[in-house]
């Protein structure tokens, strides 16, 4: 048989305060949460171009990094222009911009 001491089946079943530091730490996690969530509303909501129109705009991936390409006019079509010729764009970055000037209706090599 087990003596418990008088009153620990009250002190068992009252919840503990919440102490100001876990108010803290509580108030740091909501606040990056919501840091976090505003970041991907904005994300989302600022998109990038789109080809069109004689522009065109794509983006390159590269083992070293990549690149975001934008050009319009004559800038647009001497790129598409240089698509799969030797000193161009060459290899699988060439399939996104040729897909790129086909979109914005400029021709390709």
């Given at each position: 048989m087990l003596i418990l001491p008088p009153g620990h089946a009250e002190t068992?079943?009252?919840r503990p305060a919440i102490r100001p530091r876990e108010k803290w730490m509580i108030g740091g996690v909501a606040a990056a949460v919501a840091v976090l969530a505003v970041a991907l509303v904005i994300s989302f909501?600022?998109?990038?171009?789109?080809?069109?129109?004689?522009?065109?705009?794509?983006?390159?991936a590269y083992s070293t990094g990549g690149a975001q390409i934008d050009r319009c006019g004559a800038a647009a079509?001497?790129?598409?222009?240089?698509v799969g010729v030797p000193?161009?764009?060459?290899?699988?970055?060439?399939?996104?911009?040729?897909?790129?000037?086909?979109?914005?209706?400029?021709?390709?090599g």
């Open positions: 068992v079943r009252r909501a600022t998109s990038t171009t789109k080809s069109g129109r004689g522009c065109i705009s794509v983006a390159l079509r001497a790129l598409c222009a240089s000193g161009g764009i060459t290899g699988l970055p060439a399939h996104g911009v040729a897909a790129a000037c086909r979109q914005a209706g400029l021709r390709v």
